[in-house]
């Protein structure tokens, strides 16, 4: 039975965690004699709203596996974060690299940065 629980909550966690894998950066045709360039459009959040950035992206992504009291979320799959305070670079690492069942690169370039910045900022508060 303990084994059945055990393959639910990995299926849970596996399913929102894909379900938040999307991304919506724009995308643009420079228009390059080359037969044009894609190019990825990001700009700079002021600080506060790249905080509020960080906390909706880690809730819709991360909260159903992490726990994190300024989040409001109590996943029970990956570790407390709130016990665990880890600083923004081990944060955007696990971001990168998805340990354990976690998927890789949920998030990459701003992103990554604001949901590494809050964790870190709010982690054990």
Known sequence: MRGTRWIATALAAAALAAGGCGGDDEETDTGTAGGGETTTTEQAAPPAEAAADGKQLFSNTCGGCH???????????????????????????????????????????????AVAQYVADSAGK
């Not at 726990?67 to 081990?90: C, F, H, I, Y």
């Not at 690299?97 to 890789?104: K, L, R």
């Open 67 to 113: 726990v994190l009291s300024d989040a409001g979320t109590s996943g029970q799959t990956g570790p407390n974060l709130d016990e665990m305070k880890p600083d923004a670079d081990r944060v955007k690492e696990a971001i990168a690299e998805g340990p354990g069942i976690m998927p890789e690169n949920l998030y990459e370039g701003a992103e990554a940065d």
